[in-house]
Each structure stands twice: as structure tokens, then as C-alpha cells.
């Protein structure tokens, strides 16, 4: 018998991969005509794939710190559909139209969720019209044609959703069968069959591992899932179901395998992007209040759009036949057997169908006051109801009378028509502007020159890592877009908005090497004043060069400037020849110095000023020569110590090229050694003392960890307070980073100013590798020194900045042992185990810090997020209420 009710899901299935290969054609027949450029969101998502793609080349599937890395690479978004999408373009190749293709296979998983609801709640026409109608609704179709995470999540929600619902169902079925209840045809027409070949547990398996999955596409998809869940929980205890309770509470328990770790390496981070991509957002897009009426009927207005006016209009038409009719034969109810044709069995139809209906109500009303309950309004981002409302649509079609079959028909030719109208502008050749959420054209205009702007960077330094900035902010030209186009090229390039401080304006003018300018419409820039300041200082000033121009289908211009004086060269060695540098003062190492080791380098020249004043930049110019691997893996410990006082000194620790060489040469190159000459700044302390300064240098390679002395030209430069400073680059990241490190004693204000600086920075080093020189370089000066404080509480801000928790706690213990009375140190080891929810440890490290000082606001803060961690709430609301009055004294 069960064997027999299965028949229905599967002689569908055949209209159903019909539906699926429809769409799969036209899909891939827009993506043809479709010449675009990835907008900001999409170039975002493309760059996190192809970052994924890379890290799963070499896999580590048994190492803690790979996986932790491999969360890393994502910090704001979870990465689930990063990593689906990464098989796609091993096979088919990287770029924009090879990563959509994964929206095929979400496709089939949305598809066949609504078809399995469809047949499992009604009948197997209704499934058939649902997965139909998922093809010609514009809110689905707009995404579909993008890549976005909206679909993906959409199909996994609604994957998790048609778990829970065929759980459900199971569980109404295995109760009639207790009660006894037998009919010719059960009221929910062909589902019971699916579900009764299913175990229960298996199928709150398959919820939980959807539910987790879903999670790891994007966080929204809690608002859809948890009062279908919570619901479903409900109804468990009403009917005294204690087994399908707890198999509910285990699925929900079994999803946290999948999404717990990562959420647990970037939770901090993923709240502060949640409140810029919520708060902040709404209200630089001035989105209603939701003390409003428009906050909550905001997708409501929107929805006939994301519907089809049609296929909204028809189905209305179907439920109230279906409103009649219910009427009907509960009037005429009477006390006849449940036959299929009495009008007892129609009426157990019409109940089970209104069961039905409510349960998709549920889902659809819950996921839509939740959606309304976040402040940010966006079309899309209630697109995760829309398959359950085709569910309702095509039930309500097949409600209409059968000499109406002609009206239904037509009613879908009329809605692909309006898709077509939609999504293909004609004449071909141009693309109008679009004016509604549906409207999604392809683009067949003239191309953009992303890929000839990269080209024309590596070809300038073909050896380097390059970060351009890029001044525009529009839908066809940004940073986004330019950053993956940059990574497309094996990650040689890298794209970043600079220019949104006013303040900073210098500092960035000073720090990047390349910059892209546009005229006319400069896009979506917050800060038009501080952009047109740095606009004018590239495209006016003498510090940049016009590189190349380009013409853009606008019909406005885009700029390429590079710095006229490059702050790194790279080339290779030919013969005995050098790179020319220029400079007040240079000695040339001798090669017949004395080493206890043999370094795989050579420092050739250094470039010093004769005298210059403390605590004032000093422009100095190394030049290195030696194999690639060497010189790209390797640090230079670099110490300028006073003649005759080795006590006096300061240090210039840094990767050789800045950590920028790219770890591939071009294809081509025959070199095997190679010189890079870097022109930097560095910085003596305010109190160093006048006297004379000599270098001394220590090769480290980061792979090993193996350090070789390196023999250093007799140079020397002259500390003197009357002495006039020397015009000098930026100061490197890496010292910058070192120089920030001494707030992180004083805590406060001057830590909230450092990592605003820091912020800053990680703009012109795009993969912060400028951190990971400092903490190597330190934790080897530490082990050396390891009573030196200064050097321990850089170490700390390195770890912290490149979240190496385990590395941070220990850096940490070892800094409250160097500076026992400082509070703020107590309060750094608290925060660092509260980040790793270790709260009793933190909670042990704050009753130190507020025996050192009691009034300190911060200690009352994190005291109070210990006590909420550890189950304290009453604890937790008195340390926060202690916290605002202490900030109100502050203030």
C-alpha cells in the first residue's frame, strides 16, 4: 500500500526536471547576452569564492589551525555557499558567469522542496503549478540571475522548511493510524505516502543538518525558520508528543555542529558588520522607523511586484471558489460515511486543506513581522517566503473551475511575457535604466575595461602584490569589482576605497601607490569633500604620474596614476647590474664580512641622511638581492644601536618588500636572483639619546624560522636635536603598527584611536600580511627579550589583530607578569577569554584588575558579559548599570 501512495511524488518528478531544465537553459541564454560588470555586492561575494577556491587547494583536513583559517577567510558572511561554489569554477573556470552556474544546483534544491511540499500537504498538480511558478516570479528570477546569497539561502530555508513539514505530517499520519481512522483517500490527498517510507528520526536529522546549512549561508535565515520551529514545538507538547519534542530539540542540537564553529571564530566580527549593515545602514538610506505604519507594510506594498500581477490576481480568484465551497458542504454536512464523492469526505478535504494553509500562513506571516522588525528594508530580503507563497498561488490556481483551464494558461503566458519584458531590453545594444525591483536587463552595451586596468598594473610591477585605490564609488567602476578582477590574476591585485576621511586625506595620498579616477557621476561617496580633496591631490600634485586612460560607455573617462617615485622596485639581477637609486648617503655592504651563518641574502646598499632630529620620520633605502623564495620569505630584523651604548636603539623589523612580492614569478622569468629596493621611513623615540647609530641585521625566514646575521654596509647616521628633519615617505606599516602598540598600555581613548588608525591602515595592505611581519618579527625579539614590555605588548596587538586567540591569551598572561599594576592589561586577558567564551578565566583576570582600580568603566563592562556567559543575568544587568554611571563621570 505505501508503495502504491509513493507513485504520485514520483511520476512527477519527470515535470518536474522539465521545469528545472527550462529555466537552466534560459538562465544560461540571459547569462549569453549579458555582458555586465559584477555590481558591489556581487564582486564582494565573487572575491570571498575565489578566495575559498584557493585555500581548498591545499587541504589540511586534520589540522585545528587550517579550519580556523579557513573560517577566517570570511569574517562577516558565513561562507557556506563560497565553498559550494568553489567546485564550480575548478571545472568550469574562474570568472563572474562560471560562479552563477552554481545557481543551477540551488535551482534543483528550490524546486524540488516546493514540489515535495506540494505533494505532501495537497496534490501533485499543485506541486507541479508551485515549481512553476518559482520560474516566473520576478522576486525569484531577479536574484537568480545574480550572484547573490539571497537564493542560495532562499533554497535552503526552504529545503530546511520541507523537512519540517514532511516531520510534521508523519507525525499526523502515525496518529490517525493510532486512532484508528481509515479512509479510501486521506485528507492530505498523496503525502502521507512519502513521509510513512521515512523514520522519523531521519527525517529531524535532515532538519537539522538543513537548518544548520542554512545558517551558514546567511543569519536572516533564522527570522523564516524559528516560528515554523517553534510551532512545530508547540504542537509536540500539546499532543503530549515527548518524542518528537525531543527529536525536534536534538535536530536543532545537531545544526549547531555545522554553524557553531564558525560563528564562534568571527562572532565579534559578524555583530559589528550586522549593526553597519542594519542601523547604519538604515539610516544613511533614511528607511522608515518601525514606530512607523510604512515599516511594517513596506513588503507588503512590494509584494504584487515581486509576484507578477498576474499570477497574484488568478489564484485570489481560485480561493474564493474555495471559500464558497467550504461554506458549502459544511452547510450541508450530514452523516454519511467518508466516501470520495459524499460531501462528508469533501468537507475532510476542505479541513485538512485549511490545516495546510495554516501552516504555510505560519511560516509566511512569521517570516514577514520578522523581516519587518529589521530596521534595514530591502526587497530582497524577504525573497525566502516567496516559494511558500507560489505554494499558495498554485494551490489557489487549481481551486478554479476546469472550463477556466484556458484563463490559467493563458494567465502564465501572460507572465512570461512581462519576465521576458523584464529581463531582455530590445533593441539589443543598449540597456535602459531600470526602474522597478523586477526589472533585471541584461546588459548589451559596450564592455568596461576592468580586466585592461589589471593588466596594465602587473605589466608596471609584475613582481609585486599592488593595491590600487580606487577614488569612484558607481555601480561599474568600485573597489569591489576592481579587487576581484585583481584577484581573478592570481591575486596580484587588490582594490580599496581610500579617500572617506577628510583627516586622512594625506595619509592616504602618501600610503598607495596606485589610484583610479573617474569624471562625471562619481558614484555613492558618504564623504564628497574628503574624495574630491584626494581626487585633487592625485590628479594635480607632483607625487603621481598619469599612467593610461580609458573610455567608459557613459562616456566619461577613467584614470590610471601610479607614484612617480615607486616606494618598492623589484627586478631581476642581470650580470653584475644594480637598480639606480638616488640618495643623500649610501655604503655598499662588503662581501668579505665574517658570519657565523651563511644568509640566503645580501643588503647591497642602505641609504641614511647624515643627521636628523629623534622622534622624527628618517628616510632610509635598503637594497637586497637574492633568490625569490628568500627574498619573499623572508623578514629583516633590522636594530640601529648607539656606538658604544647597545642599550640605545630602535628597530625597523619588516618583511623585504614590505611582505608585497607575489609568491609565484611570472611565467617566463629565468632569473634566479633578483633585487628589491625599498624606499621607507623609520622612526627613533622622541627620547633617544644624540649619538651616532650604526645598523645591525638578522635574516629570519618566515617558513622556518631559521635566522641568519647578515653583513651590513658601513653606515651610520647621526641623532642630534637641533638637527633639521628630512622630508621622508609614509612610515611602513609595520613600524606604524609597532608605534600604535604603546597605547594599548594606556587603554581608553588612545586604544579607540589606535585601532581607528589601524582601520586605516589594513586599507593599503589588503591581506594585513604587515601584522603578521610585526608578530613574527616580535615573538623572535621577545624569546631573545623576554622581560621587555614594550616588545610584549606588541606581540599582543599583533596576535589580536590577526586572531590568534590561543596565541593572545598566552601573549597576554606573559604581559600582566611585565606590567602587574596596570588595569587595562587584566582587562585585555578578560576580553580575549570572553572572545573565546572562557568566562570564568576572564572572570579571574578582572577580580586582578579591579583590585588595581575600581572605577575603571571598561572592567564593569566586560565583568558584565562574563556574569551574562555564565548564566548570572541579575549580575550582569548590576555590572552594566555600575558601567553607565561610571561612563557618565567619565564624560
Known amino acids: ?182 479512509r479510501k483517500e486521506p485528507p492530505n490527498f498523496t503525502l502521507y505516502p512519502l513521509a510513512f517510507s521515512l523514520s522519523d528520526w531521519l527525517l529531524a536529522t535532515a532538519i537539522g543538518i538543513t537548518l544548520g546549512l542554512a545558517l551558514m549561508v546567511k543569519q536572516p535565515a533564522l527570522l523564516f525558520l524559528v516560528v515554523p520551529l517553534v510551532w512545530a514545538g508547540i504542537e509536540t507538547i500539546w499532543q503530549h508528543s515527548w518524542i518528537r519534542l525531543l527529536q525536534l530539540v536534538l535536530a536543532v542540537c545537531l545544526s549547531t555542529l555545522i554553524w557553531v564553529p564558525w560563528y564562534r571564530t568571527n562572532w565579534l566580527l559578524m555583530l559589528s558588520a550586522t549593526k553597519r549593515a542594519t542601523i547604519d545602514s538604515a539610516i544613511a538610506e533614511h528607511d522608515p522607523s518601525l514606530l512607523s505604519l510604512d515599516a511594517w507594510t513596506y513588503y507588503l506594498k512590494v509584494l504584487p511586484e515581486m509576484i507578477s500581477l498576474p499570477l497574484l490576481v488568478l489564484p485570489l480568484v481560485g480561493f474564493l471558489f474555495f471559500w464558497r465551497r467550504s461554506r458549502v458542504s459544511s452547510q450541508c454536512l450530514g452523516e454519511a460515511d467518508f466516501g470520495p464523492k459524499t460531501k462528508n469526505y469533501r468537507q475532510q478535504v476542505y479541513g485538512a486543506s485549511r490545516a495546510a494553509l495554516i501552516w504555510l500562513f505560519v511560516y509566511c506571516i512569521g517570516g514577514y513581522l520578522l523581516s519587518s522588525l529589521n530596521v534595514n528594508k530591502d526587497d530582497r530580503y524577504v525573497v525566502p517566503y516567496l516559494p511558500i507563497v507560489a505554494l499558495l498561488l498554485a494551490y489557489g490556481l487549481t481551486l478554479l473551475p476546469r472550463r477556466w483551464k484556458l484563463l490559467q494558461w493563458g494567465t502564465i503566458g501572460l507572465a512570461l511575457v512581462l519576465m521576458f ?133 557613459d562616456r566619461s573617462t577613467l584614470k590610471l596614476f601610479r607614484r612617480s617615485i615607486p616606494l618598492l622596485e623589484v627586478a631581476p639581477v642581470v650580470g653584475s647590474g644594480q637598480l639606480a637609486i638616488s640618495g643623500q648617503r649610501s655604503a655598499v655592504s662588503s662581501q668579505n664580512s665574517k658570519l657565523f651563518y651563511t644568509p640566503p641574502i645580501t643588503l647591497d646598499q642602505v641609504i641614511v641622511p647624515d643627521r636628523v632630529p629623534p622622534g622624527q620620520p628618517i628616510p632610509v633605502t635598503y637594497r637586497w638581492s637574492g633568490d625569490w623564495q628568500s627574498l619573499q620569505s623572508g623578514l629583516v630584523l633590522l636594530t640601529w644601536h648607539k656606538q658604544g651604548q ?214 564593569y563592562a566586560l565583568s558584565g558579559v562574563a556574569a551574562l556567559m555564565q548564566g548570572k543575568p541579575i549580575q550582569a544587568w548590576q555590572q552594566f548599570q555600575q558601567f553607565e554611571r561610571l561612563e557618565k563621570q567619565t564624560n
Open 646 to 859: 647597545p642599550a640605545g636603539r630602535w628597530v625597523h623589523d619588516h618583511g623585504i618588500g614590505m611582505g608585497l612580492l607575489h609568491p609565484k614569478v611570472l611565467p617566463g622569468s629565468k632569473a634566479s636572483r633578483f633585487q628589491v629596493v625599498e624606499r621607507l621611513a623609520m622612526l627613533p623615540p622622541q627620547d633617544a639619546a644624540a649619538g651616532t647609530y650604526t645598523l645591525e641585521a638578522t635574516y629570519l625566514d618566515r617558513q622556518t624560522g631559521k635566522t641568519a646575521a647578515i653583513a651590513t654596509p658601513s653606515v651610520s647616521l647621526r641623532l642630534d636635536a637641533k638637527a633639521t628633519a628630512n622630508p621622508a615617505p609614509e612610515l611602513d606599516l609595520a613600524t606604524q603598527l609597532r608605534t600604535l602598540s604603546t597605547a594599548l598600555p594606556k587603554g581608553g581613548k588612545d586604544l579607540t584611536a589606535a585601532f581607528d588608525q589601524i582601520g586605516r591602515i589594513n586599507q593599503y595592505d589588503p591581506t594585513q600580511d604587515y601584522a603578521d611581519q610585526v608578530r613574527q618579527a616580535t615573538a623572535y625579539r621577545l624569546a631573545q627579550e623576554p622581560k621587555n614590555r614594550e616588545f610584549a605588548y606588541t606581540l599582543v596587538l599583533a596576535n589580536v589583530l590577526k586572531r590568534r586567540v590561543g596565541d593572545a591569551i598566552a601573549s597576554l598572561q606573559q604581559v600582566v607578569q611585565l606590567d602587574a599594576q596596570n588595569p587595562y592589561a587584566y582587562g585585555y586577558l578578560a576580553f580575549i577569554n570572553l572572545y573565546d567564551f572562557r568566562a570564568q578565566a576572564a572572570q579571574a583576570a578582572l577580580r586582578s584588575g579591579f583590585k588595581l582600580n575600581a572605577k575603571l568603566p571598561e572592567l
Open 421 to 553: 519584458n523584464n529581463l531582455v531590453a530590445l533593441p539589443l545594444g543598449s540597456t535602459p535604466t531600470q526602474k522597478s525591483f523586477s526589472q533585471h536587463f541584461a546588459y548589451t552595451g559596450e564592455g568596461y575595461p576592468h580586466a585592461q586596468v589589471i593588466a596594465s598594473v602587473i605589466q608596471a610591477q609584475p613582481y609585486l602584490r599592488s593595491t590600487i585605490g580606487v577614488l569612484p564609488s558607481t555601480g561599474q567602476i568600485n573597489q569591489h569589482n576592481i579587487n576581484y578582477y585583481g584577484n581573478l590574476q592570481n591575486f596580484r591585485v587588490y582594490g580599496r576605497q581610500v579617500g572617506t576621511r577628510k583627516s586622512q586625506v594625506e595619509q592616504d595620498a602618501r600610503s598607495v601607490s596606485w589610484f583610479l579616477t573617474k569624471t562625471n557621476d562619481q558614484g555613492s561617496i558618504r564623504q564628497q569633500e574628503a574624495q574630491a580633496a584626494l581626487v585633487k591631490t592625485v590628479e594635480q600634485g607632483t607625487d603621481f604620474t598619469l599612467h593610461k586612460t580609458w573610455a567608459l560607455p
Open 1 to 182: 500500500m505505501i508503495e502504491s501512495k509513493r507513485r504520485p511524488w514520483v511520476r512527477g518528478l519527470p515535470v518536474l526536471g522539465s521545469i528545472w531544465l527550462v529555466g537552466a537553459i534560459g538562465d544560461r541564454l540571459w547569462f549569453t547576452l549579458d555582458h555586465s560588470i559584477p555590481n558591489w555586492d556581487q564582486a564582494d561575494y565573487l572575491t570571498g569564492v575565489l578566495n575559498y577556491w584557493q585555500a581548498l587547494q591545499t587541504p589540511q583536513w586534520f589540522s585545528g589551525d587550517w579550519w580556523t583559517h579557513l573560517w577566517q577567510l570570511s569574517s562577516k558572511i558565513p561562507p557556506l555557499v563560497y565553498i559550494t561554489t568553489a567546485p564550480f569554477i575548478g571545472l568550469f573556470g574562474a570568472g563572474a558567469d562560471q560562479s552563477t552556474l552554481v545557481n543551477l544546483f540551488f535551482s534543483a534544491l528550490l524546486l524540488g522542496s516546493v514540489y515535495t511540499i506540494g505533494v505532501c500537504l495537497f496534490t501533485l498538480p499543485v506541486a507541479c503549478w508551485a515549481a512553476g511558478l518559482c520560474l516566473l516570479m520576478p522576486g525569484l528570477y531577479r536574484v537568480r540571475l545574480d550572484f547573490l546569497l539571497d537564493f542560495p539561502l532562499t533554497s535552503l530555508v526552504t529545503l530546511c522548511f520541507t523537512c519540517l513539514t514532511v516531520w510534521r505530517e508523519t507525525g499526523k499520519g502515525e496518529r490517525l493510524k493510532d486512532e484508528g481512522l481509515r
